[in-house]
């Protein structure tokens, strides 16, 4: 089993739409979740760390089930700017600072 | 302005010719790493460093070597480049802390074609 696990899309929604992200992961001792946004090319950036009640920010809310091992990303009233790669990462197992990626979720919003 | 900086950003070389990629930070970050990413295959550490002189491997170190004699830079050597070392790399740091969720700050890239 793969150690993080993303669909790898492409999910195509027109603007304003709701979509939602899963990941899993297969590592029960990871400790710290996070999902980072890479624009076509460009470095990987944090979009927001994921806690274990859950978490907001904005138009981005973020879930954590540590009994089934999964994290989402919901992203409300999408925008055009949205359209990137959605990376989910988690940290731990092994070593504590290493880090784990998915190898993401391509999401394509249109006019 | 806080940042991890990468040279060259862009590379293409011979199978064999030794090359270094540079990485630097300014944020006093302990934690460094590197990583490759290749279609299909996502994100891959290479080597990481806790600190300084203190190094280790990371999912692919194969063909790759590290140094971190100073807190702020972390050298890729590629003492002998072959073709399948061509890929986009990126150096990564970050504030060390155990069981502590740390952002990871990420260099711009340096895309490695080795013909």
């Known amino acids: 089993r793969k150690e993080v696990e993303q669909d790898p899309g492409p999910f195509n929604v027109p603007e304003g739409a709701t979509v939602a992200f899963n990941c899993t992961y297969s590592n029960s001792a990871s400790q710290s979740f996070f999902w980072y946004r890479q624009d076509c090319r460009k470095e990987p950036k944090l979009l927001m760390s994921v806690y274990s009640s859950g978490n907001e920010d904005g138009r981005f809310t973020a879930q954590l089930n540590r009994a089934s091992q999964y994290i989402s990303l919901l992203i409300r009233d999408s925008k055009l700017s949205d359209s990137a790669t959605y990376l989910c990462?988690?940290?731990?197992?092994?070593?504590?600072?290493?880090?784990?990626f998915g190898k993401g979720t391509m999401l394509l919003v249109s006019p | 302005e806080a940042q991890v900086t990468q040279n060259p950003r862009y590379l293409i070389t011979v199978t064999g010719k030794k090359l270094t990629v540079t990485c630097s930070q300014n944020?006093?970050?302990?934690?460094m790493s590197w990583y490759r990413q290749d279609p299909g295959l996502g994100l891959r550490q290479i080597y990481y460093s806790m600190n300084v002189e203190v190094t280790d491997k990371g999912d692919v170190p194969e063909g790759y070597k590290v140094s971190r004699k100073e807190k702020r830079n972390f050298p890729l050597i590629l003492e002998s480049p072959s073709p399948n070392q061509t890929s986009l790399y990126f150096c990564a740091s970050s504030h060390r802390g155990a069981g502590l969720a740390y952002e990871q700050y990420f260099g711009p890239g340096t895309r490695l074609t080795v013909t």
């Open positions: 990462v988690v940290r731990g197992g092994m070593g504590y600072s290493t880090l784990t």
């Open positions: 944020m006093n970050h302990e934690y």
